[in-house]
């Protein structure tokens, strides 16, 4: 099997309340008109191959699982789709070679959908100085976390704020783990 795309759910923690359990997530998956899926670590993200199918199949299948997933297990959030290849070259090379620093926490890939494009410029770094926006393109945001788990640095909203879309956001090394699973399936 191939895996063309990959499906980003915002707001999804595979088995806790409200989010489904992997099985039932794969399941939705290939009844809507996947060839095959493996969803990858609890974060609702999901290598998906859609046969020939390019980014439209892709999107539809995700779109049609969306009833599926709120009958099983009450899931409304939002489903966020690209190709693997978009997502690869969101974070060639080392994206994050001039942001880092002994106060990085996390190496942040925000993929958003919908809105404007980011109206600040960049680098962008918040009040509180937990979060740098460093780079964009189209339907991704980088950035760099500080403070460490739960003291801020979530990118999520100020990539909404400043856009009006939608945002889902992954570390740097998940998504490396996640080419690297795809490369190797």
Do not use: I, K
Request: charged share 20%.
């Amino acid at each position: 099997m191939t895996f063309t795309h990959v499906v980003l759910y915002r707001a999804m923690n595979l088995g806790h309340r409200g989010s489904p359990v992997r099985a039932d997530l794969e399941g939705a998956l290939l009844e809507c008109g996947a060839a095959a899926v493996r969803s990858f670590q609890t974060n609702g993200t999901v290598l998906l191959d859609v046969g020939s199918g390019g980014d439209d199949v892709a999107g539809a299948v995700a779109r049609a699982a969306a009833p599926v997933l709120a009958d099983v297990c009450g899931y409304a959030g939002t489903a966020l789709v690209r190709s693997l290849d978009d997502v690869a070259a969101a974070v060639e090379g080392d994206p994050f070679a001039l942001t880092r620093d002994g106060r990085t926490y996390r190496e942040t890939v925000t993929f958003v959908d919908g809105g404007q494009p980011l109206s600040v410029a960049l680098p962008w770094t918040d009040a509180r100085d937990l979060l740098d926006l460093v780079a964009a393109r189209p339907g991704v945001v980088l950035g760099v976390a500080r403070g460490g788990p739960g003291a801020g640095g979530d990118p999520n909203p100020a990539v909404e704020r400043f856009t009006g879309g939608v945002a889902t956001t992954r570390t740097l090394g998940t998504v490396q783990r996640l080419l690297a699973a795809a490369a190797r399936a």
